[in-house]
């Protein structure tokens, strides 16, 4: 059965069901980093590309902005963020304000599908953590192509599986091997530049800290809520079989491509 796109808002985020969307904001008001980490993306770019204060970014999925404020601040490049969620787009320009980045970004609320259809002629496109909200691996490579420009790069930040699929733990995604990838990047015209793995030490303590952030703030909705308390905690526990996953049978990776 196809899925909508606010199913596949709330897989990307860890969500089994569209009923938590008007209560993630809430459960993740303490993170900033949703997913991807921004000084991997940061260093990917700044290793291999060679960048301007003319350099232009599309961030697909943007979050509240960690990434896309980063590379602003860091590297000086122009970055657009689109996110369905009007909570993170609020939390991302305040953000931005912060930094004293905000003429270099450009936050927008918006559907990423309809974004890869008018958006074009990017030097860099990030898709970070962002899972299946752009279809399948094949569809959604080809949608991100669109965007960028001749030979641009794309960022994707992801997993591959090395253990067993009847191990995992959190099911609401379909995790391919390394293999599968990159058979899948060649397939879409896209050549390897970099891969940076993501450590599985510094990332399980990561996601274990985060996800006691996020156990406190279903605690506090569960009292504001009760008879809704069975859903927020099943949310956390869907984040902890993630981090399971991470430990045992999937490796985070961050793929830097180029367009053939």
Excluded at 65 to 80: C, D, F, N, R, S
Aim: hydrophobic share 40%; aromatic share 8%.
């Amino acid at each position: 059965m196809k899925r909508t796109i606010e199913e596949k808002l709330a897989g990307s985020l860890t969500a089994e069901t569209t009923e938590l969307l008007p209560y993630l904001p809430y459960l993740l008001q303490d993170l900033w980093e949703l997913g991807s980490v921004p000084v991997v993306m940061q260093e990917l770019i700044q290793d291999n590309i060679m960048t301007s204060a003319k350099t232009k970014v599309i961030d697909l999925g943007c979050g509240k902005g960690a990434v896309a404020i980063t590379l602003a601040k860091k590297l000086g490049v122009q970055v657009k963020g689109i996110d369905l969620l009007p909570d993170f787009i609020k939390d991302a320009k305040r953000k931005a304000v912060e930094v004293q980045v905000e003429e270099w970004c450009e936050f927008v609320v918006g559907d990423v599908n309809e974004a890869v259809e008018q958006e074009h002629e990017y030097d860099i496109a990030i898709f970070g953590a962002v899972g299946d909200v752009l279809g399948e691996v094949s569809e959604l490579l080809q949608k991100l192509k669109q965007v960028i420009k001749d030979q641009g790069f794309l960022l994707i930040d992801d997993a591959y599986l090395v253990g067993e699929l009847a191990n995992i733990r959190y099911q609401n995604y379909d995790y391919l091997t390394l293999d599968q990838w990159n058979e899948a990047f060649q397939q879409a015209g896209f050549k390897v530049i970099a891969t940076q793995v993501i450590d599985t030490s510094n990332e399980n303590e990561r996601n274990e800290h985060n996800n006691q952030l996020i156990r406190r703030r279903a605690e506090e909705l569960s009292q504001k809520c009760p008879e809704k308390r069975e859903l927020f905690l099943s949310y956390v526990q869907s984040q902890e079989n993630e981090t399971e996953d991470i430990a045992t049978d999937i490796v985070g990776a961050t793929w830097l491509l180029q367009a053939k």
